[in-house]
């Protein structure tokens, strides 16, 4: 029988440690391999930090950070290309732009092997794709959740991959989320934060940390209130941590509409007229899009930003607030 997939995730870096290179601060934290077998996984798009690959075994770590390290199985199959229809927002010879729609993963893993953004880039991109992301993860820098919609940049090159992931490793890429919550924020605008780990209670969530964890940051801003039944929110992250949005919001008591991990069923019982609520709990995703991508061209130096409007369910999710709030109730 084939090895599973398997990950690990390193302790936070120590002051002691800041400045180190990663595949030496890898090999460190990680006694069971060698250096050398740490830096093939770096090169082969195996480590990441929170959401960006790291592909660089030269990268200097930084204090707080952790580090995801997946084994691939055994026998790993390589990605084939499929003909699938992309959004692509922008194209040229160093990389793409792309809007992915809600129920997509990005990259092949396990549960998910086909029908995944790298297949349909593999056909799209013929051998045009950065190879520094390895057999699974070919032309990926970042990733964005599978129910998530919205904007991802992918490098064609190993240099537009590297010099993107640097820009996502110091945070300077612009992000902006929209999202759909129950309930209201207090105050309506502001900054959440609050360091991101793994719950002690489940494993598969991610929660605020009194201890350990990394470093986020959110920065929020109510667009509209339908009622005290829910909000729509614009997120601006500084950070870029698993989930960040969902947990944050949901530490400030206004899960995610949809989100099915990070919302409990006593979270959504507010004075809402039932039809309403029999609509919001059914609503089949994390009501939460990828609008805004900003960042530096690597090879031009130019400024790119792009814009996605907001996908069909969402647009209907607000219509249907909409009607409901224009009622008397």
Known sequence: MDKEEQSYTSPPVEAKDKGLRLDKYLAKSFSDFSRAQIQRLI???NVCLDDTVMIDNSFKVREGDSYQITIPEAKEAAPQPQNIALDIRYEDDDLLVVNKPAGMTVHPAPG???KTLVNALLYHCKDNLSGIGGVKRPGIVHRIDKETSGLLVVAKTDMAHRG????????SIERTYYA??????QPLSGTIEGNIGRSP???KKMAIVPTGGKEAVTHYKTIACYKMWASEVQCNLETGRTHQIRVHLSSKGCNLIGDKVYTKNHKTSLAIPQGLKFYLNDFPRQALHAATLGFIHPRTGQYLSFTAELPED????????LRWTSTNY
């Not at 993107?164 to 945070?171: D, I, P, R």
């Open 201 to 203: 209670y489940d494993r």
């Open 164 to 171: 993107l992931s640097e820009q996502f490793a110091v945070h």
């Open 112 to 114: 998910a092997y086909d």
């Open 43 to 45: 090169s082969e798009g």
């Open 314 to 321: 969402m647009k209907n999710l607000k219509n249907e607030l």
């Open 180 to 185: 759909f919550t129950y309930g209201q924020l």
